[in-house]
């Protein structure tokens, strides 16, 4: 699969439109789930793999080597770590964890109603 980058045909955009090509590239396997774990602090190449629950470590490479192809993420000293960049994008995707746990309440919420309807008419 091609690197996505934005102005080149990506899955969802025969024109490559930068948002496009954003989502296609976190919308890989494991992408958003290394992303997460760089954003909490660097960590070696070993400690990925271990925070991402044993990622392969095939997968692991090929996902580090888009991510640093893309300016998300560079290698450093003591391993690998967001770039200035990467935090710039994650400070937009961390809102979405308060939405999850809103959508999760909601769901909850849904299911007790419906259960308790489901009740309420036998």
């Excluded at 996505?4 to 890989?28: E, F, N, Q, Y």
């Excluded at 070993?46 to 998300?72: D, G, H, Y």
């Excluded at 993420?73 to 308060?98: C, D, I, R, S």
Aim: hydrophobic fraction near 35%.
């Amino acid at each position: 699969m091609p690197l996505p980058l934005p102005g080149l045909p990506v899955r969802g955009s025969k024109t490559g439109k930068p948002i496009m090509a954003l989502l296609d590239l976190l919308g890989r396997n494991w992408t958003l789930g290394i992303f997460w774990n760089l954003s909490q602090n660097p960590c070696t190449f070993r400690e990925l793999q271990n925070r991402c629950e044993n990622i392969s470590p095939t997968l692991l490479n090929n996902r580090l080597k888009e991510l640093q192809a893309t300016l998300f993420v560079q290698k450093q000293a003591g391993g690998y770590a967001l770039t200035e960049l990467g935090e710039e994008l994650f400070n937009h995707m961390k809102p979405l964890e308060g939405f999850s746990s809103l959508w999760q309440q909601q769901l909850a919420d849904s299911q007790q109603s419906q259960v308790a309807q489901h009740h309420h008419k036998d």
